[in-house]
Every structure is written in structure tokens, then in C-alpha cells.
């Protein structure tokens, strides 16, 4: 289900700068009893997306009461995904921004399918996962931002076969992306979590590129509470070798702990389970007063 700009729709304008230049920004959204969850953090990182790209932000009233309208006209599902996309509207042939941006809002809400059985055991027993050859480029001044050029996942994503074509026992889950420099960021739809032997935790800092998650602000925000600070830093791919466990979090799938990393065996319960609960409760119990 589609709408755009406040009501049902199947098209958007042919000269709309989101599909032009990738100009916009957006938000993917786990929906559980008809309520989206970790909404204030979802659309607080839009609103500083918006403002770091000078794109006028909708009020966040518009965006829950049409959110809100949609999911009802959904027949309120009690789990699906729900995209927010923003875009900075229509304008002049050429890549100078329009002086008065009309920006676009599109929602698109997708049901979730039947239930994947091995998921549980992914959440459990950990994934496996592989390392791209398709590098992140260096750009500061996008980095963080979950805009929507993201031609490098696309690639990145296309480098193993997509899920349903493998047998379960193998599939890969998720793969790691090195950025232009060699660093290690992320996954092409994850942030990156490594555990060190002795117990800390430690993730890309992003200055340079990456997208910075809902979930992986929820890790940090959580892990200070817990008393067990995550160390944002430049990581080595060397630095794998050392770790003990890692794991990988986005909106969607909470928290995958990782077992394989291509031939590198990890111990999936290397996060401390209390940390690990605390982040797949809070993903996935919609806030009663969004
Ligand atoms: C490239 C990339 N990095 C990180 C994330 C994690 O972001 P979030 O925790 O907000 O889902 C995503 C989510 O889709 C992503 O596409």
C-alpha cells in the first residue's frame, strides 16, 4: 500500500528529486499491533536529516496522522514494515535545489509475510555472514544521514544470492562492507558490533561513512545505562580476529548475534544476555503514546 502526500497513490511526479538525484531521505519501520515502534527515534532522525540537507521537514503531527490513517485503512496489521520516505519535491531540470522546496512524503506499508521459522534461530544461534568487495565511499558530509543514494548496499547486496535461493543451513544473512580506506563500517543494512575478549564493546564511529541506526543509538543509550560503555572508533578488519562475538542491529531484525564470518568462527553469545534483551524488548514494543 502506497500513499503520497497525504492520501493513496500508486505515482509520483517523473521530475520528483528523490527518483532524479536520490535527493531525500528515509525510514524503514518495524509495525507490531498495528503501532509503529521506536517511532520518536525514527522520525527524530529524519527531522536531522532533513535539516542537515536543508529539506523542509513536515511537521511530525502530519506524519503520525497519516502514518496512523494508513495503518487503519491497513486494517491495522499486527506486524508489518512501514517507509517513510521524504524527498525534496519537485523542481528545475539541473542539480541546483529549488528555492522554495515543496517537499514529497511517501509512505509504502508492507505486511509481513508468513512466519520464517529459522529467524528464531538466527536471533538465538546467530547468522553467518560474509565480507563485500563493494566499498563504501568517504563522505563526510552524508555520513550518518539514511538518505537515499545507496547504490553501494545495492551493489554490495547483489555480491551473494538473495534469500530463498540458498538452503537455510547456509545462507548468509549479511555482509560486511570496508569503507574506501579499508576500514570496517558495517553491514550493507546492519550496523557492526564487535565484542572483545574481555567483554567490551566497540563499533564504527561513522565519521566518515554509514548510516547511524535507530537500533545502534539504542545499543549505545543502553549499554551506558548497564555500565558497559560502547567505544565508538575506527575499526581495523584485523580487529575481527581478536573479537570474541559480534553482533548486528537494525530496525527490522532487532539483534543478530553472529556465528561465521565467512571462515571466522564467533561465539553468538559473546553479548551479555541482559544487554541483548533489553534492546530486542525495546525495538519491538510499540511506545503507547507515539
Ligand atoms: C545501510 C544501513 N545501515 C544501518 C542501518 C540500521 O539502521 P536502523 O537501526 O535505523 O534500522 C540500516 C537500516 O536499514 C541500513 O540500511
Known amino acids: 500500500m502506497a500513499w503520497v502526500n497525504g492520501g493513496p497513490a500508486t505515482t509520483l511526479a517523473s521530475e520528483d528529486r528523490g527518483l532524479l538525484y536520490g535527493d531525500g531521505l528515509f525510514e524503514t519501520i518495524a509495525i507490531r499491533q498495528g503501532q509503529p515502534c521506536l517511532w520518536r527515534a525514527h522520525l527524530e532522525r529524519l527531522a536531522a536529516g532533513a535539516a542537515r540537507l536543508g529539506i523542509p521537514m513536515p511537521p511530525i503531527a502530519q506524519w503520525r496522522a497519516e502514518t496512523a490513517a494508513m495503518l487503519a485503512a491497513a486494517g491495522v496489521p499486527a506486524s508489518a514494515t512501514l517507509k517513510l520516505v521524504l524527498t525534496r519535491g519537485t523542481g528545475a531540470r539541473g542539480y541546483a535545489p529549488p528555492a522554495a522546496p515543496c517537499p514529497t512524503r511517501?509512505?509504502?506499508?508492507?505486511?509481513?509475510?508468513?512466519?520464517?521459522?529459522?529467524?528464531?534461530?538466527?536471533?538465538?544461534?546467530?547468522?553467518?555472514?560474509?565480507?563485500?568487495?563493494?566499498?563504501?565511499?568517504?563522505?563526510?558530509?552524508?555520513?550518518?544521514?539514511?538518505?537515499?543514494?545507496?547504490?553501494?548496499?545495492?551493489?554490495?547486496?547483489?555480491?551473494?544470492?538473495?534469500?530463498?535461493?540458498?538452503?537455510?543451513?547456509?545462507?548468509?544473512a549479511e555482509g560486511l562492507m570496508l569503507d574506501a580506506w579499508g576500514n570496517l563500517v558495517c553491514g550493507t543494512m546492519t550496523n557492526l558490533f564487535l565484542v572483545d575478549a574481555d567483554g567490551g564493546v566497540r563499533t564504527s564511529d561513522l565519521a566518515h561513512c554509514g548510516v547511524a541506526g535507530t537500533v545502534r543509538d539504542l545499543v549505545l543509550r543502553c549499554a551506558d545505562q548497564l555500565?558497559?560503555?560502547?567505544?565508538?572508533?575506527?575499526?581495523?578488519?584485523?580487529?575481527?580476529?581478536?573479537?570474541?562475538?559480534?553482533?548486528?542491529?537494525?530496525?527490522l531484525i532487532g539483534l543478530w548475534p553472529v556465528r561465521r564470518i565467512d571462515d571466522l568462527n564467533l561465539d553468538p553469545q559473546a553479548l551479555p544476555p541482559v544487554l541483548a534483551a533489553r534492546i530486542r524488548q525495546a525495538c519491538f514494543t510499540p511506545e503507547p503514546d507515539w
Open 106 to 172: 511517501l509512505l509504502l506499508l508492507y505486511p509481513d509475510g508468513p512466519q520464517r521459522p529459522w529467524l528464531r534461530s538466527w536471533e538465538q544461534d546467530g547468522v553467518l555472514v560474509r565480507h563485500c568487495r563493494t566499498r563504501l565511499g568517504i563522505n563526510p558530509s552524508l555520513a550518518g544521514l539514511k538518505h537515499l543514494n545507496r547504490l553501494e548496499q545495492v551493489l554490495a547486496r547483489a555480491e551473494w544470492p538473495p534469500p530463498g535461493e540458498a538452503p537455510v543451513a547456509t545462507r548468509v
Open 227 to 251: 555500565g558497559m560503555p560502547v567505544q565508538c572508533c575506527r575499526l581495523r578488519p584485523s580487529a575481527l580476529g581478536r573479537a570474541r562475538g559480534a553482533f548486528l542491529t537494525n530496525a
